[in-house]
């Protein structure tokens, strides 16, 4: 059971591998079982410190795994004491949630008035990527299931462009009118909107395609850069080229930290430091929640 103070819970964010990544290193960390925690970890000379996180930092680096982790003094090291459950469906919820939040938070100031191109509100837009989620993990025959996540990830994708274009034109707009975008509510609101949805695609892709999803996120790099264009990966079609398809590939769990950072920057240039604060006090909660922590 985790402590019952949360200022001391720990977290390790990992890999599929359950490995810690770092934009110089790696951490490989041994794995609790289904009833114990894993063996402890220690530092040896000339390797970097342990790196345990509280919530808040969680809410910086958050990973495809997330481990409930705890210093063990008597033996110099700490431990990884269970696995929490976060997957593919709750780092999608928290994006959504992040990004409603300060759509919510923002009002007039925000997205709330602006829509896609047939008219769809992008408030509904959100509503719609929730339902498309659900309907995915809902399952059903397995050939119709994957010809219908394939057909709701083209839409979902279809949908974060055209949000991302209300972006860009944004950043147009501000320009225009010598603004910084960075500074400006709506933009960021936008851009945590479109990061949310750009989560929510990537689930449904790997529902579908679970495989060469998998092989994609192996060869994302940590900064964000994407693979070599000569690589390949095999699927049960054959190889695909990595270049050749999904372009704008980034993993979920880096969609959704994007849309929680952008989501809190909005409010904050809204409505004042404080709010942007509270906002990322609120999304602390409920990552919590999502990890049955709160």
């Known amino acids: 059971?985790?402590?019952?103070?949360?200022?001391?819970?720990?977290?390790?964010?990992t890999d599929a591998a359950g490995v810690q990544r770092f934009p110089?290193?790696?951490r490989v960390w041994p794995l609790p079982g289904d009833s114990a925690p894993g063996a402890v970890a220690h530092v040896r000379p000339g390797e970097h410190e342990l790196v345990?996180?509280?919530?808040?930092?969680?809410?910086?680096?958050?990973?495809?795994?997330?481990?409930?982790?705890?210093?063990?003094?008597?033996?110099?090291?700490?431990?990884?004491?269970?696995?929490l459950p976060w997957g593919l469906e709750a780092t999608a919820d928290f994006a959504l949630d992040c990004a409603e939040h300060a759509l919510e938070a923002?009002?007039?100031?925000?997205?709330?008035?602006?829509?896609?191109p047939d008219g769809t509100?992008?408030?509904?837009?959100?509503v719609e990527a929730r339902r498309f989620l659900r309907s995915a993990e809902a399952g059903g025959d397995r050939r119709l299931g994957w010809l219908s996540r394939l057909a709701l990830a083209r839409r979902l994708g279809k949908e974060q462009d055209e949000v991302a274009g209300l972006a860009t034109a944004e950043i147009v707009t501000d320009e225009a009118a010598d603004l910084d975008a960075l500074d400006d509510p709506r933009w960021g609101n936008l851009a945590a909107i479109s990061s949310a949805l750009l989560a929510c695609t990537e689930v449904l892709r790997h529902l579908a395609l679970p495989r060469y999803v998998a092989a994609r996120e192996r060869t994302f790099g940590l900064d964000g850069a994407q693979p070599d264009p000569g690589q390949a990966v095999v699927t049960p079609w054959g190889p695909v080229g990595i270049a050749s398809h999904l372009p704008e590939y980034v993993p979920a769990y880096v969609s959704a930290?994007?849309?929680?950072?952008?989501?809190?920057?909005?409010?904050?240039?809204?409505?004042?430091?404080?709010?942007g604060e509270a906002e990322r006090a609120a999304q602390r909660r409920r990552l919590l929640e999502l990890l049955q922590l709160a």
């Open 1 to 13: 059971m985790p402590p019952p103070d949360e200022a001391a819970w720990r977290f390790v964010p």
């Open 24 to 26: 110089d290193h790696e």
């Open 52 to 83: 345990l996180l509280d919530a808040d930092g969680l809410l910086d680096q958050l990973g495809e795994r997330i481990f409930l982790a705890e210093e063990v003094p008597a033996e110099a090291g700490a431990r990884l004491v269970r696995e």
């Open 106 to 116: 923002l009002g007039d100031a925000g997205a709330a008035g602006l829509s896609l």
């Open 121 to 126: 509100a992008v408030a509904e837009v959100l």
């Open 257 to 275: 930290r994007e849309a929680a950072e952008r989501a809190r920057t909005a409010v904050a240039d809204h409505a004042g430091t404080a709010a």
